[in-house]
């Protein structure tokens, strides 16, 4: 009921509304059009151009009041590039932007119709139009080269030396795989998922994968300067890897393996200090519309030193062994299965 | 049934109209299943603007939540019921109400309400026919699109709640019931109401097309058209090229979800069990989808296009500069429209060969949008500007278009995409290109044909007050959220407090929440104005009262079915005459002969 009323009240507020308006244009009849005609569309043009020099003052105090909350330069070395050419490309878009927005609203005031002032009939000049049409198409082409050149990095090959580590995601959290001693991934069957014991569905007739290590928290461990491969994947609906940090991004999806790969700059204990944050911490988001939970599926990055890496790896217990091996769970692994049943 | 023939049954019938004006046509005929493209125009303008009440509603609900997080607001439970309960928004329902925000803009209103007003109600006025090549195909059109519209919101009502996969519904999630509640029900008549629009686009798009190439009056060559119909012209083009491609890929959906294919599943483990499904490839959806869904972008924006060049030439009392020009960069835009639709997939693990492909052929598209850009301004440049309501929303339309067109360049350069895919930047890139800017195009043909539809005019007061508050209002909701994108924040997240990086953004979300509910009411205004001036507004005393050169204006205030009620009229000059009649006037009309000794331009 309450909901009619509210609605009846917004109708006659308008239509009180529309007979004010209504009534100021009868007024206008009675002053004689022409001359009020006049008056409007002088007032529309000095408004437009008030709108203009309002937005100017408003895109530079937007600006500074916004950039305190922006994310630190890349964490990554491939996204140096990311930062610089965007720099570039603001530029570039910058400079087109203020002179259109600029002769737009200038031609607006300047040559707004006043008493006795005529257009001239002007319908074309295929010179003017030539130039146009080159010089954004030479600017793009500019961008491109630039846009390509950092493309290919980003997608070539990973180094030889990369560290591997295989990212799945499940409605709604992140699994994270590390290789084990052997450096080798084994296989996967999707058909042998369980999430009692088995929740990548490693295939334990693989013997690679007695030791791996499956950290069901959503941390991702990685070592700082040394470039690190993720294998993507997905466990039921397409998920992304968003790494904003380090400027990385690449789509999860069921039945088809993707990878990214990267080498981070600063461990996590840098940021903190860098960002003056003690709390800092890298996060990856979930980039991809995945169902209810898509915005609270979040996983960290821990950026370490080899040395730690090293102790945190020796800490850790093969899947197999969690599963397998009777009455001896390390702490830290309760912990995490703790916190996986938390997430779940 | 040749053309000529067709012409004469129709000023026969015209005629016959004319002889018994006083019996009124019956009510079903004349308002409901009617067959005069005015009237089916009309029917697809009113239906446009409910759903354009109910879409923006949802984005005031949404943005509630967005902005006020830890806040309840009672009265969204009056509306919402259960899926608000105690006026906190459940996740399942936000995700609902962004993909039918989503669905319902894109489609609903900015394809099928503004192509559907005013193709048809522009192309016969505007190139001199009674009607359009085929009238009934026309009003299937409109009852397949009002067909779509009641699933679509019959889909609001039951109890899993509407589609909730985002409007590009990508599978596994959409194929899946258990993947998403909004999955179940909701995704088929999700599915059933969008193959009706397809079948509506199709039936609207051919008609379009043939009209405008079979049924122009004597005189009409191509290159005498006004550029709005050379924008609607490709606009069908586009239509009816790529939404049989998105059919393709409903069809393949509905099968995976019902028959057990798995065109788009593979390897999937949800709801506790293996699923039987390998093979698939969840891509390939989104190539289908893509393959329309960038057209559709240039779908939306070239009506708004045709219509700005069209009221900026007549506010400014100057041909439009360039002509040819604006025609070729249409083809263009059109051509390449679509072979860029990768570029919304360079994240998914595309060959990067590929992807550098799909990079360059996307920042070409910047070559013919920039020709258009300047030919606008050199439109204006030295012009005798008149700032009616219309004029206003067409100047605000190119300013948005440079603005959103440019964070364009940054999306389609992979490089860059790579971070800002999926963020608050693509949010406020193409809400200011394709929404504000297309709705913008939109106003300013309402605005400044709704004297050829109603006879009468709208209130210019409440217009300009509705333009300033909504320019205003869109770029202080969407030009801080290109910040929030380039520091990463995600797109469609219910909640940002968990996450350290976004969550300082909180006190900004809270300020776009508010304007956007101000922005709301004054497109409440806008209706109020548009309903309100169908029976009040200022009668419409002269025949042509822009001024314009246009065929429309040639035709009785309140035009019956057939348009003219003489003969058509003949055209013997292009649809920019804004030169000296000799008299006093600024301009010449197509119909009126070439004068001795002048030459045709």
Known sequence: MSVFILISLVAIVFGIIYQIAKASEYAAVLNGEEKVKQQTNKLMASLLVAFFLLGMYGIVKCHTALMQHMIPESASVEGVGFDSMFKTTLIVTGIVFVITQTLLFWFVYKYQSRPGTKAEFISHNNKLELIWTTIPAIVMAGLVVIGLKNWITITSPAPKDAQIVEVVGKQFNWLIRYPGKDGVLGKRDFRKISDENNVLGLDWNDKDNKDDIISQNGELHIVVNKPVKLIIGSRDVIHDVGLPHFRMKMDAVPGIATTIWFTPRYTTAEMKVKTNNPDFVYEISCDQMCGKGHYSMRGTVIVETQAEHEAWLAKQQSYWDVNNAPATPAADTAAAVASTTMNN | ?601
């Open chain 2, 1 to 601: 049934m040749n053309n000529e023939a067709m012409l004469h049954d129709a000023t026969h019938a015209s005629h016959h109209d004319h002889g018994h004006e006083h019996h009124e046509q019956h009510f079903i005929t004349k308002y409901i299943f009617s067959q005069d493209h005015k009237m089916i125009a009309k029917q697809f303008l009113i239906t446009g603007i409910i759903w354009a009440v109910i879409g923006a509603l949802m984005s005031v609900f949404f943005r509630l939540q967005l902005g006020f997080p830890d806040k309840t607001f009672p009265i969204m439970e009056k509306f919402l019921g259960e899926w608000a309960k105690g006026g906190k928004l459940n996740p399942e329902f936000y995700y609902a109400l962004v993909t039918m925000h989503g669905t319902i803009l894109v489609f609903f209103v900015l394809t099928a309400g503004l192509s559907g007003t005013f193709s048809n109600l522009l192309i016969p006025l505007q190139v001199g026919a009674r009607d359009m090549a085929s009238p009934f195909m026309n009003m299937l059109s409109y009852w397949f699109f009002f067909t779509a519209s009641v699933f679509m919101f019959i889909s609001l009502f039951i109890e899993t709640g509407p589609a909730s996969g985002g409007w590009t519904t990508y599978p596994p999630l959409s194929a899946l019931k258990e993947a998403s509640m909004g999955s179940g029900l909701g995704m088929d008549l999700w599915l059933i109401s969008m193959s009706l629009f397809v079948v509506s686009s199709l039936l609207g798009g051919l008609n379009y097309i043939a009209t405008v190439l079979n049924m122009r009056t004597t005189g009409m060559t191509m290159t005498r058209m006004p550029l709005t119909i050379w924008a609607f012209f490709f606009t069908a083009v586009l239509g009816v090229l790529s939404f049989p491609v998105l059919l393709s890929g409903f069809v393949l959906l509905i099968f995976d979800r019902n028959f057990g294919t798995s065109f788009y599943l593979s390897e999937i483990f949800i709801g506790g069990r293996a699923l039987p499904n390998v093979g698939g490839s969840a891509i390939l959806y989104q190539h289908l989808f893509w393959f329309l869904g960038h057209p559709e972008v240039y779908i939306i924006m070239l009506p708004g296009m045709g219509m700005a060049s069209e009221i900026l030439s007549n506010n400014s009392r100057k041909p439009i500069f360039g002509y040819l020009a604006m025609v070729i960069s249409l083809i263009g835009i059109t051509v390449l429209a679509f072979l860029v639709w990768a570029h919304h997939m360079f994240v998914t693990g595309m060959s990067p060969f590929l992807g550098s492909i799909f990079v360059l052929l996307t920042l070409l598209i910047a070559v013919p949008s920039a020709v258009k850009v300047f030919n606008w301004l050199t439109t204006i440049w030295k012009g005798n500007l008149r700032f009616t309501v219309g004029m206003l929303f067409a100047l605000g339309f190119v300013s948005l278009f440079i603005s959103g067109g440019l964070t364009g360049i940054f999306l389609g350069n992979s490089a860059l995409d790579i971070h800002l895919h999926d963020t608050y930047f693509v949010i406020a890139h193409f809400h200011i290109v394709m929404g504000v800017s297309a709705f913008f195009g939109m106003f300013a043909g309402i605005y400044h044909w709704f004297p050829k539809m109603f006879g009468r005019f709208m209130n210019n007061t409440l217009g300009y007050i509705h333009f300033f508050i909504t320019i205003i209002g869109a770029y202080l909701i969407f030009w801080p959220m290109h910040y929030e994108g380039v520091a990463g924040m995600p797109r469609r997240y219910y909640d940002f407090s968990a996450w350290q990086s976004f969550n300082s953004f909180q006190g900004l979300n809270a300020f776009i929440s508010v304007v956007t509910i101000i922005v709301f009411f004054a497109q409440l205004l806008f209706v109020v104005n548009f309903f309100v001036s169908i029976f009040r507004g200022k009668k419409v005393t002269t025949q042509n009262p822009w001024q314009s050169p246009t065929l429309e204006w040639t035709t009785p205030i309140h035009p019956g079915h057939g348009n003219w009620d003489g003969p058509i009229p003949t055209v013997y000059r292009w649809a920019y005459d804004y030169k000296d009649n000799g008299e006093g006037g600024d301009f010449i009309a197509q119909n009126v002969p070439l004068k001795e000794g002048e030459e045709a331009h």
